[in-house]
């Protein structure tokens, strides 16, 4: 039932009083028969040996974070099936061996503290983030914790706002009303909103995502030792990371993320977030206002003013369109295509378009692959054996051999390439296979290439182009746009590519 959680903030009050009673009702025929029987070896063999309450403890795990009751009520195999198979999507999200066993590692991942919104969503980007449509969010206290004074929980609930505030354009204003958008309250086991919390440690809080009604809210189990420091849940760094699920952020495995779904023990000093955080609120709200060193609004700067740019009218449009490359570019997806290119906002803007040539002479047309790597402040661009570096719009007169990368000499190409950001390394595909590059070592990772099939489930066929954005692939086969979760290791989602350009 709870993984609904994040979807069900848009709902309207009485809209959301009838949803949770279909809820109820979806969650009582996911319940029915048991998860396991005893008497059988198979599922005792998948329970891992662990004891009953074990079994039932992670069932409920599995439903409430995995979706594990909308399998089971709809299943045609045995629940060990579906069992086996969130197993091993949990353990990929948290970075387990994915053995779909109930081992000791996994139990002990299971029962650390956490948030209580879900690590897995219906994840359907078209266009329409879930995101609030201003930038001006206010905010009250409804209720307080008996572990801090009220003063305190006043300011580290400022602070724990001004996390998101310092990294985008948004703004948050306090205020006594009853209708204010983000509402935070403390309460304990069930608190009028279906997802009842579960005492002492478990689950420590829960938001629900941007929206009308309950979107925005943040509550709190009053049944934790809340405090300032480390003795006890740090109520700065839980409120920090829920306030991101009340701007729309979904859960990360990346551990070093704030966004990541169980309780850390972080430094206070500084800023929480991590580069991947930043990227991702500024995805949904864009970057800080323009100021010096700023690179992305640089970029975006001298994208509006300087380039001579044209509206496209139905070239972008045309039947079984496909890209030759495509990349992030600050705040802006880039697409190549032939002699075209067309400059896509991530949040805000229409689509415009221009021709290869007049915006890097030294490159012209025909690119096959383009990634940025934002910690460098550069844009790569490859065509054949050779690539250009890009540093501050502004091409380098030769290109350099790829060799240099440290491919081996059969390699006279590149279908495509993506920099993952919260890692530091950029993956090159080609063929059936792939490498790993480390920037910051300039080298290749030992042990590379390897297959493409089976590092990345589903994804066959050779790749046109590949960018990433919050923690999701996008990868180009023919016409066609495949969504790939990387912490889950699954395919999310399939459409035509052109619809990238909203067509």
Known sequence: MLGLLAR??????MALQLSVSVLLSLSSLSLAGPLFNPGDAETNTMAGGQHDSDVAFAKEYLQHFYHLGDDLSHRSKRSTDFMARRLKQ????????????????????????RCGVPDVQNYSPRGEPNRWSKNTLTYSISSYTSSLPYSAVNSIISSALKVWSDASPLSFVPTSAGNADIIVNFARRGHGDSFAFDGAGGTLAHAFGPGDGIGGDTHFDEDENWSTEHNGFNLYLVAAHEFGHSLGLSHSSNPSSLMYPTYQSRSTNGSPLSNQDVQTIQNLYGSQALSG????????????????????????????????????LGENLIFFKGRNMWIRPLVLGSIQEGVIKDFLPQVK???????????????YLFKGSKFWTVKN???RRRPTGISKLGFPADVDHIDCAVHINGTGKTLFFEGENYWRYDESR?????????????????????????FELSGFLYFFIGPQ???FDFGTQSIVEKRDAKTWLRC
């Open 442 to 466: 300039h080298a290749m990772d030992e042990n590379y290439p390897k297959n493409i099939t089976h590092a990345f489930p589903g994804i066959r066929g050779k790749i046109d182009a590949v």
């Open 365 to 379: 047309s025909g690119i096959d692959a383009a990634y940025e790597v934002p910690s460098k402040k550069s844009l």
């Open 8 to 13: 069900v903030c848009a709902l309207k009050p």
């Open 393 to 395: 719009l502004k091409v």
């Open 481 to 483: 746009s495949i969504t």
């Open 293 to 328: 060193g700023n690179y992305y609004s640089y970029i975006n700067q001298y994208m509006h003013y300087f380039f001579p740019w044209r509206l496209v009218v139905d070239e972008k449009c045309q039947a079984n369109l496909t890209f030759d490359a495509v990349t992030r």
């Open 90 to 113: 949990m353990q990929r999200f948290f970075h387990i061996n994915a053995t779909g066993l109930l081992d000791s590692e996994t139990l002990e991942v299971m029962k650390a503290p």
